[in-house]
């Protein structure tokens, strides 16, 4: 079956990184859409960022607008490892943060940070920044 496990998050101060990391395993098909999503209380889900892998071709990634230029979105093949950088943060970026994945037997064109094209969701880690 396939399998989302998240790790990292923690609280930090404005300013600070954090680095989360997603290890999606179990599927069969040649590409993978890989994101993370966002939803703090009270708030709809946010795509944050978005890339598709395979094996030789992979998408431009795709990041929303208020994290262009401050988190990088990026994987570790050898350790099927989905990254999120992020820098410079900010109190608004307290969340729960989770990682989704959408495995096809093909590419099919850029990612999407739209969160029903995603079969298959992490747990879930806690990032909280304060001021």
């Known amino acids: 079956q396939v399998r989302v496990e998240q790790s990292g998050g923690g609280s930090v101060q404005a300013g600070d990184s954090l680095r989360l990391s997603c290890v999606v395993s179990?599927?069969?098909?040649?590409?993978?859409?890989l994101a993370w999503f966002r939803q703090a209380p009270g708030k709809e889900r946010e795509g944050v960022a978005c890339v598709g892998f395979g094996r030789v071709r992979q998408t431009s990634p795709q990041f929303s607008d208020s994290v262009k230029d401050r988190f990088t979105i990026s994987r570790d093949n050898a350790k099927n490892t989905l990254y999120l950088q992020m820098n410079s943060l900010k109190p608004e970026d307290t969340s729960m943060y989770f990682c989704?994945?959408?495995?096809?037997?093909?590419?099919?064109?850029?990612?999407?940070?739209?969160?029903?094209?995603?079969?298959?969701w992490g747990q879930g880690t806690q990032v909280t920044v304060s001021s």
């Open positions: 989704a994945a959408e495995p096809r037997p093909r590419y099919v064109g850029t990612c999407d940070l739209r969160g029903d094209v995603y079969s298959y």
């Open positions: 179990g599927y069969t098909e040649n590409y993978v859409y």
